[in-house]
């Protein structure tokens, strides 16, 4: 029932940009803090940036200035803006709704996408 499916990964060369998205059925979306993390082949998997359930936003300091969060309530998607994207980004980005509003606590996340691929070419 409750679901989010991630899209709008692919190749892009370094200095380009690209927009996910995060569209969410089953549960109103800000009702929720949404993360986007990502997880490159093995390294850890990191958090990119969440928006809390009252709007504020946040960043990891890598991509500060480059990363745009936001959400479409209308539509119950969250997208993810990334401009001047650099080779370090690539990774496989994951959506995911974290149900206390709060976004800070990894494990309160309770909802996960199925992940979509980014690739920044050299």
Same mark, same amino acid.
């Given at each position: 029932?409750?679901?989010?499916?991630?899209? %709008?990964?692919?190749? #892009?060369? @370094?200095?380009? +940009?690209?927009?996910? +998205?995060? &569209?969410?059925?089953?549960?109103?979306?800000?009702?929720?803090? /949404?993360?986007?993390?990502?997880?490159? @082949?093995? *390294?850890?998997?990191?958090?990119?940036?969440? /928006? *809390?359930?009252? %709007?504020?936003?946040?960043?990891?300091?890598? #991509? *500060?200035?480059?990363?745009?969060?936001?959400?479409?309530? &209308?539509?119950?998607?969250?997208?993810?803006?990334? *401009?001047?994207?650099? @080779?370090?980004?690539?990774? #496989?980005?994951?959506? &995911?709704?974290? !149900?206390?509003?709060?976004?800070?606590?990894? !494990? &309160?996340?309770?909802?996960?996408?199925?992940?979509?691929?980014?690739?920044?070419?050299?």
């Amino acid at each position: 029932q409750v679901q989010l499916v991630e899209s %709008g990964g692919g190749l #892009v060369q @370094p200095g380009g +940009s690209l927009r996910l +998205s995060c &569209a969410a059925s089953g549960f109103t979306l800000d009702d929720y803090a /949404i993360g986007w993390f990502r997880q490159a @082949p093995g *390294k850890e998997r990191e958090g990119v940036s969440f /928006i *809390k359930r009252e %709007g504020s936003t946040y960043y990891r300091g890598s #991509v *500060k200035g480059r990363f745009t969060i936001s959400r479409d309530n &209308a539509n119950n998607t969250v997208y993810l803006q990334m *401009k001047s994207l650099k @080779p370090e980004d690539t990774a #496989v980005y994951y959506c &995911a709704a974290d !149900p206390t509003g709060d976004g800070t606590v990894v !494990p &309160a996340y309770d909802y996960w996408g199925q992940g979509t691929q980014v690739t920044v070419s050299s």
